[in-house]
Structures are given as C-alpha cells and as structure tokens.
C-alpha cells in the first residue's frame, strides 16, 4: 500500500513540476491583445456557476436530510438506542 | 462505526475539493493572462494626488483631469500617488488598480470601443475623494 501510495506521489510530482514550471515560465513571454472585460467577466460567470451549483447541492442536501429524518416522516425508524430504551 | 457506510462522503469530498482546484486553477490563469502586457503597449503613467488623476504620455504629453488614447491600442498604466492610497478606476474597462505612494503598479489595457469613460477613485482618499474623477476619451485611430 506504502509503495502505491509513494509511486502516486512520485508520478504525481513527474507530471505536475514540468507544467508548473512551464506556466511560470510563460509569465516573462510578451502577452497577446485582449479584452481584459470578456475575461474578467467571463470567469466571474464560470466561477458563478460552480458556486451557485454548490450551494444548490448542499441546500438541496440539507432540506432532504431534514424531511427525510425528521420524527414524524413515515419513514422514520427510531435507532437502536431509542428502539432499546438504553444509551 | 460499524455498519456506516463512508463512500458517499468520500465521493463529496471528491467534488469539493475538485471544483476548489478548478476555481483556483481558473482564477490564476485568467490573472495570468492578463497581466501580459503586450510588447508595443504605450507605457502611461498616471499619478493621483488629493483630488485628481494626472496623466503622462511617453512623448512627455501631460493631461490632467482627462487622458486620450486611441481605439485598438494597447497601454500599460504605471500607477503611483503622490499623497495618500487613491484606487486608479476605468469602470467600463475593468480596470482597476491602488495608486500607492512610494510605489508603481502596473495593469494593462486596449480600448475596443470609441468614446467617453469614467474614471473614478475607488479608495477613500478625503474630503473630496467623491469627485476625484476624470475621463477617458477613447479615439477612432487618426481623428
């Protein structure tokens, strides 16, 4: 388990130092025209996205657990604490 | 715990921190992108003193209260203040930089579309600091 888990590492290491370090290195090439307001905005509704479907996700859990797990849900069966009376 | 099954969580967690690297990864791309200045931008340099925006041409062209530039251009403000922390504001361009004393910074832009723009300070710089603006006049290329 120990020598997948290094091997991961290692070949995780191989494949990210080489693209850290060409992006980096694309930092001192003169940049290409652009309109700074497509970019700007454009990733302000990309990362919009991501988090409206998050919270949409974990609103949407939340209400479910609470229905779901509430005392009176049909459903519901009480623990094996509460079903023997002893904690 | 017996009989809890945990994968799930795991799967969750998965997502998360999935969409945590995507946003980060984005996010720094996107600045890195437009941090590069193309190589024939005109360097500008623009200096904010309690309560206006002076501007100076390469060609040593001094503008106060405005600044003209042409369309399909690009420039790179070199930003600095004279006084207190002013914010250097085009609105319309998404532009948008701290003037500190004591210190240039620089942000890059090309104008796409003619016309008048805003521009504001953004940090409370005093008294006046509500009217402390300019305009920028953006130039079809030979008018």
Known sequence: MKAIIGLGIVSGLLLILPAVRYVLAAGDEPGEYLDRRVEIWGLFYRLMIVAFTIGTVVSGTIVWLVLRFRESNPKAKPTSYEDSGTW | ?143
């Not at chain 2, 941090?35 to 623009?46: G, L, M, R, Y």
């Not at chain 2, 369309?71 to 003037?99: C, M, P, Q």
Request: net charge negative; hydrophobic share 40%.
């Open chain 2, 1 to 143: 715990m017996s009989g809890h099954s945990s994968w799930p969580e795991w799967v969750y967690i998965g997502v998360v921190v999935a969409l945590l690297c995507y946003v980060g990864a984005e996010a720094w791309n996107i600045e890195r992108i437009i941090e590069h200045v193309p190589a024939d931008a005109e360097i500008i340099k623009v200096t904010g003193q309690q309560w206006l925006w002076t501007f100076e041409h390469e060609d040593g062209t001094k503008e106060i209260g405005e600044l003209h530039v042409e369309k399909g251009k690009a420039y790179k403000f070199e930003i600095t203040s004279k006084d207190v922390i002013h914010s250097f504001n085009i609105h319309d361009y998404v532009v948008l930089l701290d003037a500190v004393p004591g210190r240039v910074n620089t942000v890059w832009f090309s104008p796409t579309d003619a016309g008048e723009f805003p521009i504001q300070c953004r940090e409370y710089c005093g008294l006046i600091h509500y009217n402390m603006r300019a305009t920028l006049f953006v130039e079809d290329k030979g008018a």
